[in-house]
């Protein structure tokens, strides 16, 4: 899967742990940084990767704040992305059974990193179960236009 992800300062060491076990996956990762933990503004990463979801370039996108809640916010802006933020498998399996999320955001300050890898990949595993939810996602769509 062509996935690309994204992080502030707060989100750049799980980000980058995530990029390692995407790429061990065997997806294609686009890394839009941040690189280092100098402070950075999140809606300009996010910004990045929702771009990437809604032009195509990307299936999929992932972004990591410190709680995720900014990143999500910003990345909702995009036409076409819908953003989730998740804290456990639960949600993650409900964002996209339900939502058809197509970014991910975590937070780094309030995850565990095992977790949250483990939430990566059960979020690339689950489908969109369409039907009722299809209508949904359409109707979120039309709040676009
Ligand atoms: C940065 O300190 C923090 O505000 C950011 O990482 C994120 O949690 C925002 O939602």
């Known amino acids: 899967m062509q996935i690309w992800i994204g992080a502030d300062h707060a989100g750049v060491a ?6 390692d076990m ?4 065997h997806h294609q990762v686009t890394d839009q940084g941040a690189h280092t933990g100098e402070s950075v503004d999140y809606p300009d990463f996010a910004a990045s990767v929702a771009q990437g979801v809604s032009s195509g370039s990307a299936e999929r996108g992932i972004l990591v704040c410190g709680t995720g809640i900014g990143m999500s916010i910003a990345a909702n802006k995009v036409s ?22 197509n970014v991910l ?21 689950v489908g969109f179960e369409g ?15």
Do not use: F, Y
Request: charged residues 40%; positive net charge.
């Open 131 to 145: 039907g009722r939810h299809d209508r949904r996602v359409r109707k979120i769509s039309s709040l676009e236009r």
């Open 105 to 125: 955001a975590l937070g780094a300050r309030t995850l565990e990193p095992k977790l949250a890898l483990s939430m990566v990949r059960e979020w690339l595993r």
């Open 80 to 101: 076409g992305v819908r953003a989730a933020v998740c804290h456990d498998l639960e949600t993650v399996r409900l964002s996209r059974r339900h939502n058809q999320a």
């Open 14 to 19: 799980l980000k980058d742990r995530i990029r």
């Open 22 to 25: 995407l790429e061990a996956d």
